[in-house]
């Protein structure tokens, strides 16, 4: 009976939760025993018929998860059952499985294969994410908006900026998730402490053989197990993906805020937003993603503590990591499935957009009106304290700010009441924001394509 959120199929694609569900984990297992069989063939360690009757009982499906564990309750020893199971089903040839090799010379590139498949849907699903948020950039590029410092109107932005610093902050995460994915997918053949004593004169050439045969990496040097480092390294990143959509979803809940009503997440017609009150619109799908991203970070510590281990190893990473990796990689998609289905059914107001940039009545526009008066000869300085005790006076007195500016007798001596209007408008001030957005998204259409994304 499923215990955690996981097991129920809450959270999490389906395609991701097979890759580490049992019998897909056995299935690596037994890959990379029939590439050990096959590379020690390959250089004559064993008889090829050996090699190729591995191969067939892997392939046909003759090892079952029910042995294996049915094994494990008597001997005590996962690998070794899978050992035990395989070596039954090619009868004669069954000595020849795991020539050489220690447990994690299976487990270790095992999990390589699982990432393989696991990183290959992430990557796609932050490609996704990325060209939807190019989309939202270039669409509302010139969409004016408050901008906000402090929680506070600042200065007019467009929205399309906003998304376009969202769009390089995930473009960072896809060279990051680049570079990892190298150090990551690597397996190994080493043996008990690295020597690779185990695997004979030909011991380099076996390891070499079968990382290419399975598609992986091959290190330079290792101890019984891959470090793991790079395991630290991989839920490091996640957790930094996660983070940034965290910080993505924390803007539009905020967005979303009655009070300021500009962006909402989706919401279906028949969905229920409270239990008791019947018109809520809770923002739960952001709520969500910052919820996992909390639990996606915690885990960057267990994986640092695994980095370190009794001289050429010890069993403390293990039981760590059968919960750690597939968690890491399991909630890190989900967040990108809610991060898909939030920003393509995204709803921006227009209108709120522009009722919230008259809410401070011409006030965050003071650095526009301050420019100005620069451009006229006056200095810096002195413009900046006038327009500072003009807006601390119309706080006081709950006066329009754009008023008190435009009957000043100091600013009317340099600027006319065409050229204060003119200052006053935000769609006037907003510097090279159509530019920026433009070329963020011709940049990063460009690195898409270089890593095979059009």
């Not at 060279?175 to 004979?200: P, S, W």
């Not at 803007?251 to 009150?277: A, C, Y």
């Not at 909630?331 to 921006?348: F, M, P, Q, R, Y």
Request: overall charge neutral; glycine content about 6%.
């Amino acid at each position: 009976m499923p215990i955690l959120p996981i097991d129920s199929g809450r959270y999490g694609s389906p395609e991701i939760r097979a890759i580490f569900e049992e019998e897909n984990k056995l299935r690596k297992m037994l890959e990379v025993e029939a590439a050990l069989a096959w590379a020690h063939a390959q250089v004559g360690n064993i008889p090829k018929e050996a090699a190729e009757r591995i191969e067939e009982a892997v392939r046909s499906g003759k090892v079952r998860l029910e042995r294996v564990k049915e094994i494990e309750r008597e001997i005590k020893h996962d690998v070794m059952a899978v050992v035990k199971a395989l070596a039954e089903a090619c009868g004669e040839y069954g000595g020849y499985v795991h020539l050489g090799a220690t447990s994690n010379d299976i487990t270790d590139t095992a999990t390589a294969l699982q990432l393989k498949e696991a990183l290959a849907i992430l990557e796609r699903k932050l490609v996704q994410v990325e060209q939807i948020l190019m989309e939202l950039a270039f669409k509302y590029r010139d969409l004016v908006m408050v901008g906000r410092t402090h929680g506070q109107h600042a200065l007019p932005i467009t929205f399309g900026l906003k998304v376009a610093v969202w769009v390089r902050e995930v473009a960072r995460h896809l060279k990051r998730f680049e570079e990892c994915r190298k150090r990551v997918l690597v397996g190994k053949m080493t043996g008990a402490v690295g020597t690779q004593a185990g695997f004979g004169p030909h011991a380099r050439e076996i390891q070499r053989k079968v990382m290419e045969r399975l598609g992986l990496g091959t290190p330079l040097v290792t101890t019984q197990i891959l470090q793991r480092d790079r395991y630290a390294e991989l839920v490091f990143v996640l957790a930094l993906i996660c983070s940034t959509f965290e910080k993505i979803a924390t803007e539009i809940r905020n967005l979303q805020r009655t009070e300021i009503g500009e962006v909402f997440e989706p919401f279906g017609k028949k969905q229920v937003g409270s239990s008791t009150m019947p018109h809520k619109r809770n923002p739960i799908l952001c709520e969500r993603i910052c919820g996992l991203a909390k639990l996606v970070r915690s885990l960057v510590h267990p994986a640092l503590e695994n980095v370190t281990t009794w001289h050429e190893r010890d069993l403390t990473q293990s039981s760590c990591e059968r919960f750690l990796i597939p968690e890491a990689v399991i909630l890190t998609d989900e967040v990108l499935n809610l991060a898909i289905k939030v920003l393509s059914g995204l709803e921006v107001d227009k209108e709120a957009m522009e009722r919230n940039l008259r809410l401070t009545r011409g006030a965050i526009m003071s650095e526009a009106i301050m420019i100005k008066l620069v451009e006229k000869g006056m200095g810096r300085q002195e413009a900046h304290e006038l327009l500072r005790q003009i807006a601390v006076r119309c706080r006081e007195k709950k006066e329009p700010f754009d008023e008190a500016v435009m009957r000043d007798e100091v600013i009317r001596k340099y600027l006319s009441e065409e050229e204060i209007r003119e200052a006053l408008d935000p769609r006037n001030y907003l510097g090279t924001a159509l530019e920026q957005v433009e070329e963020t998204v011709k940049k990063t259409k460009e690195e898409l394509k270089e890593i095979g994304f059009n």
